[in-house]
Structure formats: structure tokens, C-alpha cells
């Protein structure tokens, strides 16, 4: 990761409110390229929230967005694809019954002319579905196999191999682990990082902080809707994070019983 160029995206101070409740209350994060920025915290904390802020699907009710040095205005998220932001959801948007490339593909469906016909391209989805899993370490049975048959961590995978496929500059995960086991969870963490040294920032939500430290290069923890800052690796235990996701509450605890400040 070099921090030294300027970032790809810059969220500054941002703010949302839904009526009442405010989901976040200033928040600050920098994505730079080929960084894994992971995005802790606890059930409610704005997570996901934020996430949509970053892809157009939500505007900030205050806060400024810089893309690539500009400040980003997206119309809505086609707008954020369109320029190369790409989320994948927990809960993937792909047909069971369908063939990986078919789910590969679609939207994207490449077309083959004959005659006035034009017809799906079936050698050059199946080709290019096979090739881009294997990058990521997947060999197919066959590029027809049902997406059904792939396990939670080789449909993240599908997902994520697309995305990249297609041009993504900046990835967002969320919570792309939570359901899977250990060695599906490693399988989708060697797969983001695979993504990250081809330079594309990636937002890796968890809950789960051996996950963030196994692949992170710098994390920010929110809480309430509000952040006490990044750090890099290296510089915080995995157990601070566990506090900071907590509220801090150990720390406090612990403040008091040594009567002084730590
Ligand atoms: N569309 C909405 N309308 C009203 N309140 C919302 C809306 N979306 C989120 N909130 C509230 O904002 C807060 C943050 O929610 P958010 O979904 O961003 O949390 P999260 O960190 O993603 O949580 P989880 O880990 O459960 O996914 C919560 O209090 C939630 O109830
Ligand atoms: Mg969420």
C-alpha cells in the first residue's frame, strides 16, 4: 500500500440522518488503491450505512465525498458502477438454477452476431468464467455448473472475480464471511487479497476481528455511528479492536481500576 498517493475515495465528515435517528454522525475514512480497509463494528453501528453512503445508494445529510480528487456526485448507484465502484452484498444477487457464467455475465451478457441474430456468446462467457475463477485459485468442474452447487465461500468468490472482471476500482464487502466456515472463510480472505495487489481498494465490513486482522491493512472501528480513527497494521492488537467495537468499555473498566488514566 503506498499512502503516499492521494486517495480513491475520501469520505469527510460525513453525516446521515434517517428523520430522528442518526446513523452517522461524522464520519472520516480514506480509501487509498491496493489497501484492505477493514470496517468493524457492531450490529447498528452505521456500517452498512456507510457502505451505501460510499455507493450512491444513500446521499449524506452532510459531509463531503471526493472520488479521484473530485467530489462525487452520484445520481444514483448505476452512476457509482458506471465508475467502477462495485458493492458485494452478503446475500448475493445470483439464480441458484443458472450456470456460474450465466450469473457471471448477467446484465453484462455478451453477444454473438449471426446473420441479423444476435445470440449469447456462450464460448467466450464460458471461457472467461473459467479463467477468471482459476485467478482466484477456483477450478470449475465446467463453466455450465450450477451456481447452486458452489459452496457460500466460491459464490463470494463468483461475485468478487466479477466485479474485478468488470473494472472495479473500488470493492466493498459487506460482511462477506459471516455465514461460512473456516475454510471458506480463508478461501475468500486469500481471494481478497488476491484483489487488493492488483490495486484496487477494497472495504472489507466484518464483525469478526481475527477476519479484519488476518487480511487488513488498516482498520476503523464505528460505533454509534461515530469513529475514533483508523489505524494501520501493526499499530493496534486485536484485542483493542474488540474494545473499540465494544464501546470501550473494557478500557474505561479498566481506567478505574488503576485509578488513573490509561
Ligand atoms: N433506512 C433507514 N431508516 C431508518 N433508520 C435506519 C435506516 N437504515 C439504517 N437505520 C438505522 O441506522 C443505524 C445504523 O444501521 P446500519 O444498518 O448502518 O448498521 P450496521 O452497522 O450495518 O449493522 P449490522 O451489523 O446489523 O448490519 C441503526 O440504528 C439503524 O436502525
Ligand atoms: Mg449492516
Known amino acids: 500500500m503506498d499512502v503516499q498517493t492521494a486517495p480513491l475515495i475520501r469520505m469527510k465528515d460525513i453525516e446521515k440522518h434517517f428523520g430522528s435517528v442518526i446513523a452517522l454522525a461524522g464520519v472520516s475514512v480514506d480509501l487509498f488503491s491496493g489497501e484492505c480497509h477493514c470496517l468493524l ?10 457502505i451505501k453512503t460510499m455507493s450512491g445508494v444513500y446521499k449524506p445529510t452532510k459531509g463531503e465525498i471526493m472520488f ?7 445520481a444514483d448507484p448505476r452512476d457509482a458502477i458506471a465508475a467502477g465502484i462495485a458493492t458485494v452484498h452478503q446475500h448475493l444477487a445470483m439464480i441458484p438454477l443458472m450456470s456460474v457464467s450465466r450469473n457471471f455475465f448477467m446484465g453484462n451478457e455478451p453477444l454473438r452476431k449471426i446473420g441479423p441474430m444476435k445470440f449469447f456468446d456462450h464460448d467466450f462467457a464460458n471461457r472467461v468464467t473459467m479463467e477468471e475463477m482459476r485467478k482466484m485459485g477456483i477450478n470449475l468442474r465446467g463453466p455450465d455448473q450450477a451456481v447452486g452447487t458452489l459452496s457460500g465461500g466460491e459464490r463470494q468468490t463468483v461475485a468478487i472475480a466479477r466485479a474485478v472482471y468488470f473494472g472495479a476500482k473500488v470493492l466493498i464487502l459487506d460482511e462477506p464471511t459471516s455465514a461460512l466456515g473456516v475454510r471458506q472463510t480463508a478461501n475468500v480472505l486469500s481471494t481478497i487479497d488476491k484483489v487488493r495487489k492488483q490495486g484496487i481498494g477494497v472495504v472489507f465490513i466484518t464483525h469478526n476481528v481475527r477476519h479484519a486482522m488476518a487480511v487488513g491493512d488498516r482498520f476503523t472501528v464505528l460505533n454509534r455511528g461515530k469513529t475514533m480513527g483508523t489505524a494501520l497494521r501493526g499499530e493496534i492488537a486485536a484485542e483493542e479492536l474488540q474494545d473499540l467495537m465494544a464501546g470501550g468499555q473494557e478500557l474505561v473498566e479498566l481506567e478505574g481500576s488503576l485509578g488513573g488514566t490509561v
Do not use: Q, V
Open 68 to 74: 479521484e480528487g473530485r467530489p462525487m456526485r452520484f
Open 41 to 50: 463494528g457492531d450490529n447498528g453501528a452505521g456500517k452498512s450505512t456507510f
